[in-house]
């Protein structure tokens, strides 16, 4: 059983800087892709970053590429979100997730509880 939980959203301004962090625990393995999705009210989940266990690889969609930065921690198995430059548009609870392989596959194991990030303008 794996459980990840999201920290770090807020209510902020246009134009501010948030970071979010996903810490995991519980019956968690190595070598595995994290990745960050968000929801809007009345819209439908939307991937946001995700980056692979090496950390070599990245995928942003064009939303959110120049100003949204994954990293992770591995030593605290824990993966963040960087998010500079934020829009209103980017309002949403942000998800942290876990995927089954090594490389991003788009179709994450396990979710978060998520994470509310309200960007006023």
């Known amino acids: 059983q794996v459980q990840l939980v999201e920290s770090g959203g807020g209510l902020v301004q246009a134009g501010d800087s948030l970071r979010l962090s996903c810490s995991a625990s519980g019956r968690t393995s190595s070598g595995l892709s994290m990745g960050w999705f968000r929801q809007a009210p009345g819209k439908e989940r939307e991937f946001v970053a995700a980056?692979?266990?090496?950390?070599?690889?990245?995928l942003y969609p064009d939303s959110v590429k120049g100003r949204f930065t994954i990293s992770r921690a591995y030593a605290k198995n824990t993966v963040y979100l960087q998010m500079d430059s934020l829009k209103p548009e980017d309002t949403a609870v942000y998800y942290c997730?876990?995927?089954?392989?090594?490389?991003?596959?788009?179709?994450?194991?396990?979710w978060g509880q998520g994470t509310q990030v309200t960007v006023s303008s």
């Open positions: 997730a876990m995927d089954r392989t090594s490389t991003w596959s788009g179709i994450p194991a396990y």
């Open positions: 980056i692979s266990w090496t950390g070599a690889n990245t």
